[in-house]
């Protein structure tokens, strides 16, 4: 890339990173597509983004496909471009989105992945809540499974964003929107005992991050990761854990609890309720006994 074409390129990561609030994962998968794609402009000898046209975008994709690319990596990445061209037109540079033009590869509808209760309650028995991260670990389950947070959303949290008093902690969602979200007696006991006591021990300096790591700096996306799956790795469970998976697993509790789809809609901090959707799976057995309780002639 040359020097213009560079700052196009720095300045759509500095808008993901000021406008959109998108996390750290998300925006290294962007600029991992992105250089991917600026490799093939090479190979093509494209100079410029904004030479690039629907015949070159097809090749591009005929290229994804030779290479064995998943359909839901293929997806990901025309997605990432359609975002930066519709950047690079909104701000003047370029005067049409090429990939304005393509249809993403049609995916698979994959149900949620979720924790029965039972298992959640072996995972959250391991932490060593007598260790400094033991109490940090603890709070950070209970917290994402009492609120339904996001990775990036727990990570960005500061000590001034929790009112244990009122039971719940701001948050700040995708696109830098704001919104509160509950915490349960648990989670609350659990942030507290780390706030008089881990937290305190793991602090170097002032601070203002909730969940520090072990030279009390800020805990990354990554780091979170990393706790979720050494814990999981000390229970019986065989399934694979994630923050998204507590995330599933907040959203289809609530829903088999009687919760309306409304509600976990903000909860969840989804702006279309067809987002929230995907977690209407409740199970058989719950759909009849609402059934049984609701209809008059059941």
Not at 75 to 99: D, I, M, Q, W
Request: net charge positive.
């Amino acid at each position: 890339m040359n020097h213009e074409q560079q700052r196009w390129f720095d300045d759509f990561v500095q808008y993901l990173q000021v406008e959109k609030n998108a996390s750290q994962y998300t925006i290294q998968n962007y600029v991992k597509d992105l250089q991917d794609f600026a490799h093939f402009m090479r190979q093509q000898i494209i100079l410029d983004f904004a030479a690039v046209s629907y015949v070159h975008i097809r090749k591009y994709l005929a290229t994804l496909h030779t290479k064995s690319y998943e359909r839901k990596t293929i997806s990901r990445k025309c997605s990432s471009l359609r975002s930066f061209y519709k950047y690079l037109t909104r701000e003047g540079y370029t005067e049409v989105n090429p990939f304005s033009l393509v249809s993403t590869p049609k995916l698979e509808k994959r149900l949620p992945q979720y924790f029965f209760v039972q298992d959640l309650e072996a995972l959250f028995a391991i932490p060593d809540s007598g260790h400094p991260l033991g109490q940090r670990n603890k709070a950070i389950l209970e917290t994402l499974y009492a609120s339904g947070v996001r990775v990036s959303e727990l990570v960005g949290m500061d000590v001034s964003h929790i009112d244990l008093d009122l039971g719940v902690a701001l948050v700040y969602g995708k696109g830098a929107k704001e919104r509160y979200v509950p915490l349960g007696q648990f989670a609350i006991d659990a942030i507290e005992q780390y706030l008089n006591k881990g937290r305190k021990q793991l602090m170097k300096e002032e601070q203002d991050a909730l969940f520090l790591n072990y030279r009390g700096g800020r805990l990354t996306d990554r780091s979170v990761r990393r706790v979720l799956n050494d814990l999981i790795k000390q229970t019986s469970i065989t399934q694979r854990i994630t923050p998204h998976k507590l995330r599933h697993t907040f959203a289809t509790h609530l829903l088999e609890g009687g919760a309306d789809l409304r509600t976990v809609q903000e909860l969840l901090g989804h702006v279309n309720i067809s987002s929230t959707q995907i977690y209407t799976h409740i199970s058989n057995d719950r759909l009849r006994e609402v059934y049984r309780q609701a209809h008059p002639r059941s």
